[in-house]
């Protein structure tokens, strides 16, 4: 899944697939499905601590490399690109993408089973 989002004037392709997951955790060695239950409720509350800007950075970071492989290989380099911008408006656009992802690979999962007769 791809999505190309507006980061300070800039169109940023960010990508969520399978090795989302493994890329997150060699990269940054955390635990995605734990950070991004952090990002959920941080975003349905509306408050974001350091710990959990640091995560909504690294996931930003990670699909973001998916989505462009040339992008420099430090987030803090790739992040010095962009000036201030609302972490409000781009979080709920990533979690979107990453849900999306989700998505397909459990209904993938199912129809497999369906298959199968399992």
Do not use: C
């Amino acid at each position: 899944m791809e999505k190309t989002i507006n980061i300070s004037g800039k169109p940023v392709k960010f990508a969520s697939t399978a090795g989302t997951l493994r890329r997150y955790r060699h990269k940054f060695h955390l635990d995605l499905m734990v950070d991004a239950q952090k990002l959920v409720k941080a975003s349905q509350i509306g408050e974001m601590d350091v710990d959990t800007l640091e995560v909504f950075e690294a996931l930003a970071y990670t699909m973001a490399k998916q989505g462009d492989p040339t992008i420099p290989d430090d987030p803090d380099e790739w992040l010095d690109q962009f000036e201030m911008f609302s972490i409000y408006q781009v979080l709920p656009q990533i979690l979107d993408l990453w849900g999306e992802n989700l998505m397909t690979d459990v209904q993938a999962k199912k129809g497999l089973a369906e298959v199968s007769g399992k």
